[in-house]
């Protein structure tokens, strides 16, 4: 029965099924955006930028221990693209792994609206992105805006750091390591620091796309400048990723200066 079983599905024993190569991976991205952007649009409630800073990161790092080893643990369309681009994941993967990853991004926007009350729902923007505002005369309070040229370089910047940090804990053969889930978090949190008052420091197509989503219907900025948080975070996936495969690779993986096979 069981050699019946293997012929009719064409499979040998070893070789796992199409819901263990493909759909439980992308069923795991669904349910860690879901979550993760649930927690991140909460976690701005406070206000406070190390508490949201914390929050996003903390909970990648959790996300990660829990299903990174179902599908790597990349909860971001920026992060699957570096890491398709490294030699890290399959191609053919990266379709499903955005679309789980996107829908999860709607679903966790809309979790939070529904939990939210409405005026602390929309005090926080609904979690949406925006380009801040940078003080230039603390006396004459005089504010400048981020332009929409330096928030897609800040997006660009900080996503780099962030699939840079993946590529080399994560995927690296010779440096990745058990603490890799930390690592990945603590780059959110220092990222997040470092660019939220900027662009929100979103990093994360689907962190973005899916509060703008759920938002728009009772904000009317919810897609300004959204562009942007497409466009640096894929551009910063793919500037890690040539980086990575250009320079710090292991032998056998690098672009150029290969180790010769004997």
Not at 81 to 106: E, F
Not at 198 to 213: D, E, K, Q
Request: aromatic share 8%; net charge neutral; with cysteine.
């Amino acid at each position: 029965m069981a050699d019946t079983e293997l012929l009719l599905t064409n499979r040998t024993p070893e070789e796992p099924s199409l819901y263990d190569r493909a759909i439980r991976p992308a069923l795991a991205e669904f349910v860690g955006v879901t979550l993760f952007v649930f927690v991140g649009c909460c976690a701005l409630v406070s206000g406070d930028i190390v508490g949201a800073a914390l929050g996003h990161g903390l909970t990648i790092a959790l996300l990660i221990m829990g299903l990174g080893d179902i599908s790597g643990g990349h909860f971001n369309p920026a992060v699957t693209l570096g890491v398709t681009l490294g030699g890290g994941l399959s191609a053919a993967l990266l379709p499903a792994y955005w679309l789980a990853q996107l829908i999860g991004g709607i679903l966790g926007a809309a979790l939070a609206r529904g939990t939210l009350p409405m005026g602390i729902y929309k005090r926080i923007g609904g979690g949406v992105h925006h380009l801040g505002k940078i003080p230039v005369d603390e006396e004459m309070m005089v504010l400048e805006s981020v332009s929409p040229g330096w928030g897609m370089l800040i997006e660009l910047v900080l996503t780099t750091v962030l699939v840079f940090t993946v590529l080399m804990v994560a995927v690296n053969s010779r440096t990745k390591t058990k603490l890799a889930p930390l690592a990945i978090g603590f780059a959110v949190v220092v990222d997040i620091m470092a660019g939220g008052m900027l662009t929100g420091a979103s990093m994360n197509p689907a962190r973005a796309f899916g509060p703008a989503v759920v938002a728009s219907a009772v904000l009317d900025n919810a897609w300004t400048y959204h562009w942007i948080y497409w466009i640096g975070p894929l551009l910063g996936g793919t500037l890690a990723a040539l980086i990575y495969k250009f320079l710090f690779a292991s032998p056998s993986q690098r672009w150029v200066a290969r180790s010769p096979s004997f």
